[in-house]
Nanobody, 127 residues
Framework: QVQLVESGGGLVQAGGSLRLSCSASGRTFSNYTMGWFRQAPGKERELEREFVGSITWGSGAIYYANSMKARFTISRDNAKNTVYLQMNSLQPEDTAVYYC????????????????WGQGTQVTVSS
């Protein structure tokens, strides 16, 4: 089992920034990926979660959704088993619940490819 705990969400004005954190605990693996997803208001199913980006611990590879590459940055703290999502120039359309997720192995963009999920953290961007 892997437990994921997100933090850092909140209310921010358009143009502002937030940094989300996701800490992992439980079983250890040598090669795994932590991904960030978001679920916009009105989208209820897990399959409707939108891929934001991911980082793979073994290779260090980082991927982003094209639409977020310019504004979002993923980083990690190996010692803390924590991944961060720095979000800049936030816009109202970025309003969503943001989730981190875990899978063994390389990155994947589909939510069903991930085995463990955090509880989500709300990000609200006001205009």
């Amino acid at each position: 089992q892997v437990q994921l705990v997100e933090s850092g969400g909140g209310l921010v004005q358009a143009g502002g920034s937030l940094r989300l954190s996701c800490s992992a605990s439980g079983r250890t693996f040598s090669n795994y990926t932590m991904g960030w997803f978001r679920q916009a208001p009105g989208k209820e199913r897990e399959l409707e979660r939108e891929f934001v980006g991911s980082i793979t611990w073994g290779s260090g590879a980082i991927y982003y959704a094209n639409s977020m590459k310019a504004r979002f940055t993923i980083s990690r703290d190996n010692a803390k088993n924590t991944v961060y999502l720095q979000m800049n120039s936030l816009q109202p359309e970025d309003t969503a619940v943001y989730y981190c997720a875990f899978r063994v192995g390389a990155s994947a963009w589909a939510p069903h490819a991930y085995d463990y999920w955090g509880q989500g953290t709300q990000v609200t961007v006001s205009s």
